[in-house]
T-cell receptor, first 113, second 112 residues
């Protein structure tokens, strides 16, 4: 299965600023996914990123707040914009693992102060 | 919308004990996955289930796809300290969709 490298692994940010999270896959993949895991909670899909097209966002998530780039088949970024303390979460990128399921990166633990 | 409820929410067990947890939904799912998340890491796939009634093992882990297709079960035999973590179920509701819904998680703590 693919190996996903995600950075930064953690960050503490001031409210009102933006953070860009990078996700690098060791093989070419068609679809990449971004998840949010709020403290003590489950995983919620933010958006799906396909190379060469606009990301598809899930209900409750908008491009202005979470812009995503997918410049090639091995890389994607997620930006958390104009951050507030409510954005404090773990952000995870993932890709398909064979025909089913996902492989996840190790996550970015974001704290907004 | 679809939701997956996991039970128990958390559990403390003694090393060597067997563990059982389940995942239930009000909707039918076509695929069930079980993941484990260690602190500071992303979830790792443990077992995938593809049809109702299926029973699949991975070492000390055994998972079952419920007959009603609305639930799934995970058992861990002879627990060891490294089993500590959060276990998530995930379900795929529609054939051909890539989206999975994740359960609420079961936090497992093993006492040596």
């Amino acid at each position: 299965s693919a190996v996903i490298s995600q950075k930064p692994s953690r960050d503490i940010c001031q409210r009102g600023t933006s953070l860009t999270i990078q996700c690098q896959v060791d093989s070419q993949v068609t679809m990449m996914f971004w998840y949010r895991q709020q403290p003590g909670q489950s995983l919620t899909l933010i958006a799906t990123a396909n190379q060469g097209s606009e990301a598809t966002y899930e209900s409750g998530f908008v491009i202005d707040k979470f812009p995503i780039s997918r410049p090639n088949l091995t890389f994607s970024t997620l930006t958390v914009s104009n951050m507030s303390p409510e954005d404090s979460s773990i952000y995870l990128c993932s890709t398909r693992q064979g025909g089913y399921g996902y492989t996840f990166g190790s996550g970015t633990r974001l704290t907004v102060v | 919308g679809q939701q997956l409820n996991q039970s128990p929410q958390s559990m403390f067990i003694q090393e060597g004990e067997d563990v059982s947890m389940n995942c239930t939904s009000s909707s039918i799912f076509n695929t069930w996955l079980w993941y484990k998340q260690d602190p500071g890491e992303g979830p790792v796939l443990l077992i995938a289930l593809y049809k109702a009634g299926e029973l699949t093992s991975n070492g000390r882990l055994t998972a079952q796809f419920g007959i009603t297709r609305k639930d799934s079960f995970l058992n861990i035999s002879a627990s060891i300290p490294s089993d500590v973590g959060i276990y998530f179920c995930a379900g795929q509701g529609s054939i051909g969709t890539y989206k999975y819904i994740f359960g609420t998680g079961t936090r497992l703590k093993v006492l040596a």
